[in-house]
């Protein structure tokens, strides 16, 4: 099946700093990538849609000057967090949508702990 | 708010017993799908239901949407403690709306 890479599995860093997550498609072109956060003992939640070469579509409440997407290539999606803070901690989880096919592939996701 | 209304969010049973989980909505959806993550991993795609009233059986899980194609349910035959997870349903449009999810824990 499609594989979709996503990388770090995990980062430490500390408050202020900026970390960027890598979303890959690594066997298909991916038109679209959606991001999600999942807290602990929760469900995953939608933040951003993001279509290649144009700008992503946030959900209400989530701030696009902090969570930074870029998505310049068919396989390549890429989340930062900018200026992170304690809050921001989470598991960051992205997925692929190949084509015209209503089918998302998740990353293994990225678990980020901001002290 | 969740626009997918999972229950129960919590279980805990005997291995041996069976189970379902419900999945409802006032949405329609084109599909809708259901997962299984376990911790600290990406979720795992289980089934997909299309049509409404379909019925997709894979092993010992049963899958369900409904005649609307706004609700769904995963039924469970003889749980065993390896489906111990949390077991996600997400309607899908033009994208991805998840529920809350159901944390299963079978005890041997």
């Known amino acids: 099946g499609a594989v979709v890479s996503q990388h770090p599995s995990r980062v430490i860093c500390k408050s202020g700093t900026s970390v960027k997550i890598e979303c890959r498609s690594l066997?298909?072109?991916?038109?679209?990538m959606f991001w999600y956060r999942q807290f602990p003992k929760q469900s995953l939640m939608l933040m951003a849609t993001?279509?290649?070469?144009?700008?992503?579509?946030?959900e209400q409440g989530v701030e696009k000057d902090k969570f930074l997407i870029n998505h310049a290539s068919l396989t390549l999606s890429t989340l930062t967090v900018t200026s992170a803070h304690p809050e921001d901690s989470s598991f960051y989880i992205c997925?692929?949508?190949?084509?015209?096919?209503?089918?998302?592939?998740f990353g293994a996701g990225t678990r980020l702990s901001v002290l | 708010t969740q626009l997918l209304e999972q229950s129960p969010q919590f279980l805990s049973i005997q291995e041996g017993e069976n189970l379902t989980v419900y999945c409802n909505s006032s949405?329609?959806?084109?599909?809708l799908q259901w997962y299984r993550q376990e911790p600290g991993e990406g979720p795992v795609l289980l089934v997909t239901?299309?049509?409404?009233?379909e019925v997709k059986k894979l092993k010992r899980l049963t899958f369900q949407f409904g005649d609307a194609r706004k609700d769904s349910s995963l039924h469970i035959t003889a749980a065993q403690p390896g489906d111990t997870g949390l077991y996600l349903c997400?309607?899908?449009?033009?994208?991805?709306?998840f529920g809350a999810g159901t944390r299963l824990t079978v005890k041997p």
């Open positions: 997925s692929a949508r190949a084509g015209a096919k209503n089918i998302q592939y």
């Open positions: 066997d298909f072109q991916a038109t679209t």
């Open positions: 993001s279509n290649e070469g144009s700008k992503a579509t946030y």
């Open positions: 949405s329609v959806f084109s599909s």
């Open positions: 239901v299309v049509t409404g009233g």
């Open positions: 997400a309607g899908v449009n033009n994208d991805m709306r």
